[in-house]
């Protein structure tokens, strides 16, 4: 680390066969379980729903859980033994996925690796990838801001477009975007903005909101901090579930309210990425798939 505590990397650290990524995207959070991987899973279902090519990295080495949540536990990564490249299992939409857990003999095996084996492996692993032209990769980290995310964010840090921090509107969440900020900084890699999840509960029996765990918090924040708001998630027990069937809650549930948050989410990191997802062609990005239930209105 250098004296103005900026985390940088030789020049000759490998590549990582991204080249060929027009926008590369980390999803962080100095806190665990607050929903980083439903987040990175729906950005990536939402980019592929509005027709644009889409991968996910599972940087989770401890603790993956995306192939569980696009219902592509136990799959395989296909390799190329002659040329040692390794090719993404491929999901719902077409996205692209590459997780360790594809490289685990089960979905429960614990990976015990410390650090610097973690490091190897990575570099390897990550090297190996063929992802082939895509539009977005969106790379899910582990939990905090410490060893594990800093291990994988680092072997991506040059290659990195932006970060899109994920928070809960807790009292917490202050110490948690702000972590987050930071991480992003020492590794010289732009907030995206910052995604508020679980900001409420919409009862439909009452037809009453509820700020379960606060309200508002991370939209402050953001505005204190000067980073981009980029909308709230609500508390939906349906998110669960299809978490936990592995079926991505948009393709599912397209027509909820919900989806509609997360669509808005989804369409201003396109806005905000159109120079580099299309070459500045204004809505280019926004090919003609919608979601169930969507109108054709607001067409760029
Ligand atoms: N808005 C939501 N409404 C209901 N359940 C949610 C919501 N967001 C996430 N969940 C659920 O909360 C749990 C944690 O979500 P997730 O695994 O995405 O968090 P994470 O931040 O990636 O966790 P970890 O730090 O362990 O990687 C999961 O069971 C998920 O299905
Ligand atoms: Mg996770």
Redesign the pocket.
Known sequence: MSRNGKITVSIRQPRLGLDSVKLKLMVV?G??????????SSVATGMALRGLRVGILDG?VY?P?IPK?LGLSGTTLQADESTGKIYPVVGPLGIKVVSIEFALPSDETAVIWRAPLVNRALEEFLGSVEWGELDALVI?L???TGDAPLTIAQKLQNDLDGSII?TIPSEISRRIVLKSIDFSAKLNVPVAGIVE??CCFYCPESGKTYYVFGRGAGERIAAEKGVRFLGS?????R??E???RGEPYLLKHGDSE?AKRIMAIVDGLIELYRDKLVGGKRGGARRLLRLPGEGSEGEA
């Open positions: 959070s806190k665990g379980g607050v929903g980083k991987s439903f987040v990175t989770d603790g859980t949540m899910d582990p939990p905090g994920v999840n679980m998630i609500p508390l939906d027990p998110i669960g299809c978490n936990d919900t």
